[in-house]
C-alpha cells in the first residue's frame, strides 16, 4: 500500500510563558493509504498534537512531514490552505456545526470547499439523517450531531479522514453507530482514517494502534484481525 503520510522526527514545543513544552518528541511514523489507525494515549500525550500537524492546522517546531511524497513544510501558506480544504475531513469531539446553518447547509458549506465533492443529501441519508436535514444543531441530538459532522467530513470525498475523540462526548449505544459508520467509511470507500482517543477498547477496531506517551511513539500494534464496532464494549 502507498505510504499518504511521513514524518520524521517530528518535534512540537509550546511555551507558557518562557517554560517550553515538549509535546512531541521526535516522532517517526508512516501511515499507509486505507488504513484505519487508532492512536491512544492519556491526556497531554502529543495525541491531538500530532492530529493537527498530520491536518496542516498546525506546523512542527522540527522534523519533516510528507503528504504523498510532497513536503508539507515547504508549502506556502495557500498551498497548506488547499492541502487542508482538498486532501484532510475532520471530525472533532464537539462537532463544530456552524449553529445558524441546518444540517444539510452545514454539510454542503463543507463541500463547496473541495474539487470532486459528494451529494451533501445522499451522504446525511448514509448516516441515517434524511429526515432530519432541514433542522438546526439546537434541534438536534449529541449523536445527530456527530453523524452531521461525520457526514460533513466524508462529503468533501478527501483522501484522508482525521477523529479526534469522536465518540469522546456520547453515550455507549450513539458511540458505537458512530464507530460503525466510519469503519464502513473506511472500508467501503478506501479512506484513510486516524482516530485518536483514550479508550483502549476502540483499539480493536483498527489495522495499527499508535501508542503514544509523553510525546513519543511507546509502540505500534499491529491487529491481523480488527473487529466490527458492534464487537466493542468499553
Given at each position: 500500500m502507498q505510504t499518504v503520510i511521513k514524518t520524521i522526527n517530528l518535534r512540537k514545543t509550546f511555551?507558557?510563558?518562557?517554560?517550553?513544552?515538549?509535546?512531541?518528541?521526535?516522532?517517526?511514523?508512516?501511515?499507509?493509504?486505507?488504513?484505519?489507525?487508532?492512536?491512544?494515549?492519556?491526556?497531554?500525550?502529543?495525541?491531538?498534537t500530532l492530529l493537527n500537524i498530520i491536518g496542516g492546522m498546525d506546523s512542527p517546531t522540527e522534523g519533516e512531514f510528507f503528504y504523498r511524497g510532497t513536503p508539507l513544510q515547504e508549502m506556502s501558506r495557500r498551498e497548506?490552505?488547499?492541502?487542508?480544504?482538498?486532501?484532510?475531513?475532520?471530525?472533532?469531539?464537539?462537532?463544530?456545526?456552524?449553529?445558524?446553518?441546518?444540517?444539510?447547509?452545514?454539510?454542503?458549506?463543507?463541500s463547496e470547499l473541495t474539487d470532486n465533492p459528494l451529494d451533501p443529501a445522499a451522504v446525511l441519508a448514509e448516516v441515517g439523517l434524511a429526515d432530519r436535514k432541514d433542522h438546526f444543531p439546537a434541534q438536534l441530538s449529541?449523536?445527530?450531531?456527530?453523524?452531521?459532522?461525520?457526514?460533513?467530513?466524508?462529503?468533501?470525498?478527501?483522501?484522508?479522514?482525521?477523529?479526534?475523540?469522536?465518540?469522546?462526548?456520547?453515550?455507549y449505544e450513539t458511540g458505537i453507530q458512530v464507530l460503525a459508520y466510519l469503519h464502513k467509511v473506511n472500508r467501503e470507500m478506501s479512506k484513510t482514517l486516524v482516530l485518536i482517543t483514550h479508550n483502549a477498547a476502540i483499539g480493536g477496531m483498527a489495522d495499527r494502534v499508535?501508542?503514544?506517551?509523553?510525546?513519543?511513539?511507546d509502540r505500534i500494534q499491529e491487529n491481523p484481525n480488527p473487529v466490527t464496532a458492534e464487537e466493542v464494549s468499553w
Amino acid at each position: 500500500m502507498q505510504t499518504v503520510i511521513k514524518t520524521i522526527n517530528l518535534r512540537k514545543t509550546f511555551y507558557t510563558g518562557e517554560v517550553p513544552v515538549h509535546a512531541l518528541k521526535g516522532v517517526d511514523l508512516e501511515i499507509r493509504e486505507g488504513e484505519f489507525i487508532v492512536v491512544l494515549g492519556p491526556s497531554g500525550s502529543g495525541k491531538s498534537t500530532l492530529l493537527n500537524i498530520i491536518g496542516g492546522m498546525d506546523s512542527p517546531t522540527e522534523g519533516e512531514f510528507f503528504y504523498r511524497g510532497t513536503p508539507l513544510q515547504e508549502m506556502s501558506r495557500r498551498e497548506l490552505t488547499m492541502y487542508r480544504r482538498r486532501a484532510v475531513g475532520f471530525i472533532f469531539q464537539f462537532y463544530n456545526l456552524m449553529p445558524n446553518l441546518t444540517a444539510y447547509e452545514n454539510v454542503a458549506l463543507a463541500s463547496e470547499l473541495t474539487d470532486n465533492p459528494l451529494d451533501p443529501a445522499a451522504v446525511l441519508a448514509e448516516v441515517g439523517l434524511a429526515d432530519r436535514k432541514d433542522h438546526f444543531p439546537a434541534q438536534l441530538s449529541g449523536g445527530e450531531q456527530q453523524r452531521v459532522a461525520i457526514a460533513r467530513a466524508v462529503a468533501k470525498n478527501t483522501d484522508i479522514l482525521l477523529c479526534d475523540e469522536p465518540t469522546g462526548a456520547l453515550d455507549y449505544e450513539t458511540g458505537i453507530q458512530v464507530l460503525a459508520y466510519l469503519h464502513k467509511v473506511n472500508r467501503e470507500m478506501s479512506k484513510t482514517l486516524v482516530l485518536i482517543t483514550h479508550n483502549a477498547a476502540i483499539g480493536g477496531m483498527a489495522d495499527r494502534v499508535i501508542y503514544i506517551k509523553n510525546g513519543r511513539i511507546d509502540r505500534i500494534q499491529e491487529n491481523p484481525n480488527p473487529v466490527t464496532a458492534e464487537e466493542v464494549s468499553w
